[in-house]
């Protein structure tokens, strides 16, 4: 699913983040929590946006955008909570290596 791989991407790029939160003293599951919390709060605000502009523009809503928001909206929490894990097993210096 594409949206499992956007999320994970998306996850591996705030790799900084995690980083500095576990520096400066934050325990893991809170900075998992923080991550996730974020991709999901932004998927969420997405879809309500997406309906939305569908009911601006007077589209009929039936049942098929509402199933593939809620497959979308899958495929971002696996996505995130997977990449949350990978994140989480490295060590802070681990995650501030730029490899080039």
Do not use: C, H
Request: hydrophobic content about 60%; aromatic content about 6%.
């Amino acid at each position: 699913m594409l949206s499992v791989g956007l999320s994970l991407l998306t996850m591996l790029q705030n790799a900084k983040n995690a980083a500095i939160m576990r520096v400066l003293g934050k325990q893991k599951s809170l900075s998992q929590l923080v991550l996730i919390g974020e991709q999901v709060f932004a998927s969420v605000l997405g879809v309500i946006l997406g309906f939305a502009a569908l009911l601006a523009i007077n589209v009929y809503i039936d049942l098929t955008p509402l199933l593939l928001a809620l497959l979308y909206f899958t495929g971002v929490v696996i996505g995130s909570f997977v990449g949350a894990i990978i994140i989480n097993a490295k060590t802070p210096l681990e995650l501030l290596q730029t490899r080039e």
